[in-house]
């Protein structure tokens, strides 16, 4: 039986990367494509490949693979579908944030260098107090921008899996269709998205632990590329098994 958001199934989608048919070689060309991130370019093949896996879970109904190096073309194309939707889904809480830090760092850089300087700036209370209440608009904008950002990261992967599902990029926006299936398995997404969170928490970790060494510090730009890939695989997997058990869930009944 192909896995579900279980103990089970949250072990094979996150060993899923080290098993299967030339496992390793199909790891070392997807870290590969990490380790250049920075050139922006393989970032777009390296998301489609994610896309496929998810592809393998929803429409094929199979556990999460590492499915073959093909059809870069192909690639291409479902990277830029998949970079393309998460952009519209995240950049207005991004610019939200922006616009809340730079109202912020206005008000603050106005108090600090007034032309009245800081001792008459605070012996002016209507100037301080139009100074403190726009930074307290900027925080409160930011705050605003973050927790929309975390309702963006709840939505996002149910939008993914309905683009996958029909094979189309408008589908995500196809509120209708996917809506049911969040509220489906709403304790399923929040499970993977707490892991993905609680994941890449461990990457920045571990580049931190790199960076700080020496030695090791020479490593960071391939252990990055490795472990961006393995995690990207894992993220991906668990969206497309959480979609997946949320139609079930729908064709159920329940």
Known sequence: MASTV?????????????NGKDWFSKM???????????????????????????????????????????????????????????????????????VGYAVFMVMDF????????????????????????????????????SFLSIFTAILLPPALGNMVARSNFGAAFHFSEWWPAL??????YLLVIALAAGLYTLLAVGVMVLYASVILCFLLPFAFGLILFILGSIVYSLYGVTYRDAVRKLAAGR
């Open 6 to 18: 279980s103990l089970e199934g949250l072990k094979k989608a996150v060993f899923f990367p080290f």
């Open 28 to 98: 070392a060309i997807g870290a590969a494509l990490g380790f250049g991130y920075f050139l922006i370019v393989p970032i777009i093949p390296l998301v489609g490949y994610f896309g496929r896996i998810m592809k393998r879970v929803i429409v094929d109904d199979e556990d999460p693979a590492l499915p073959e190096w093909n059809d870069w073309g192909g690639l291409f194309l479902d990277g830029l579908k998949f970079i393309g939707i998460s952009l519209i889904f995240i950049l207005p809480a991004m610019i939200i944030i922006f």
């Open 110 to 145: 106005s108090m600090a260098f007034s032309v009245q300087g800081w001792s008459s700036s605070y012996g002016s209370p209507p100037t301080f107090l139009l100074y403190f209440v726009g930074m307290f608009v900027g925080l409160i904008i930011m705050w605003i921008g």
């Open 183 to 188: 509220k489906a398995n709403f304790t399923g």
